[in-house]
Nanobody, 122 residues
């Protein structure tokens, strides 16, 4: 049984920063495709940042240069550092784990955390 638990969501001002964390349990974390997705009200869920099983990172164009994904295999934790936040970053953020051969950021399936809210206000 895979369990994922996000933390670190908050309400911040435009230009602020947050660090999301996702604690994982129940699977061989080091060879996983792990990612952060988000879903804003009325919009489809989208991949934000991912680390594939070889350690390569990928980002959505909208967050490149502002967000940084990282993981700690020993701690089985996934992180998302978000800088220079914008109102359009407001969404529920989910961490996701899966084993897949398709590009990690495109795999909109697998095991999901319960989500955590990030709100950016101007």
């Amino acid at each position: 049984q895979v369990q994922l638990l996000e933390s670190g969501g908050d309400s911040v001002q435009v230009g602020g920063s947050l660090r999301l964390s996702c604690a994982a349990d129940g699977y061989p974390y080091s060879r996983s495709c792990v990612a952060w997705f988000r879903q804003a009200p009325g919009k489809q869920r989208e991949g934000v940042a991912a680390i594939d099983r070889d350690g390569n990172t990928s980002y959505a164009d909208s967050v490149k240069g502002r967000f940084t994904i990282s993981k700690d295999n020993a701690e089985r934790s996934l992180y998302l550092r978000m800088d220079n936040l914008k109102p359009e970053d407001t969404a529920m953020y989910y961490c996701r784990w899966v084993i897949t051969d398709i590009p990690c950021l495109e795999a909109d399936f697998g095991y999901w955390g319960q989500g955590i809210q990030v709100t950016v206000s101007s």
